[in-house]
């Protein structure tokens, strides 16, 4: 797959936005505002993007991510990239004990869902989740191979330009195997 990341990557202003500063509730509601205009066709993407203050996308908001925001000390406490790596009761119902985390996240839900901003939970792209424009599409199937990423940003420069979708890169695989290979 010598083709670029340009191929196949979505512009930016295809996507719905929310800004940081929004609630913990209108995150929730955003987030199924981009899935039912999917579902029925008025936008053709559903990763909600976030904007900082001046308007520049700081990341993205997924259902998961907002489900991590009920926790938004656990990022502090376990590296994200370990986190993967803990799968011990054990171990899990230790870090609780030790920090009162998890405590009651669901008990909480009215006051985080009023008071908790998307700044506070939402995690900023790595630099792994980052490809350039004229990057191979060789080279984004190992990040998301690798790393288990469902998107990765686009830049041309400094410049956030679009995201590449996993969806994509297997619809393009597929594609190809049909279409060139003999079967």
Not at 3 to 15: E, H, R, T
Not at 20 to 34: G, I, K, M
Request: aromatic content about 6%; some cysteine; glycine content about 4%.
């Amino acid at each position: 797959m010598q083709d670029s990341v340009k191929a196949l990557m979505v512009p930016i202003g295809k996507f719905p936005t929310i800004k940081d500063s929004a609630t913990f509730s209108e995150a929730v509601v955003a987030l199924e505002q981009a899935q039912q205009d999917y579902q029925t066709g008025k936008r053709e993407q559903r990763i909600l993007l976030v904007q900082d203050e001046s308007g520049k996308i700081v990341g993205k908001l997924s259902p998961t991510d907002v489900i991590r925001g009920l926790e938004p000390d656990f990022d502090r406490i376990v590296d994200p990239k370990a986190s993967s790596f803990i799968s011990s009761g054990y171990v899990i119902d230790s870090m609780k004990d030790l920090t009162r985390l998890w405590s009651t996240p669901l008990d909480d839900l009215c006051s985080t869902a009023k008071n908790v901003r998307i700044r506070d939970f939402l995690r900023k792209p790595a630099a792994s989740q980052v490809v350039n424009i004229d990057d191979s599409l060789n080279s984004a199937l190992h990040r998301f191979v690798l790393l288990r990423h469902d998107s990765l940003f686009v830049t041309d420069g400094n410049k956030l330009v679009g995201l590449l979708r996993f969806s994509d890169v297997y619809r393009e695989i597929g594609r190809r195997i049909k279409e060139v290979c003999t079967l």
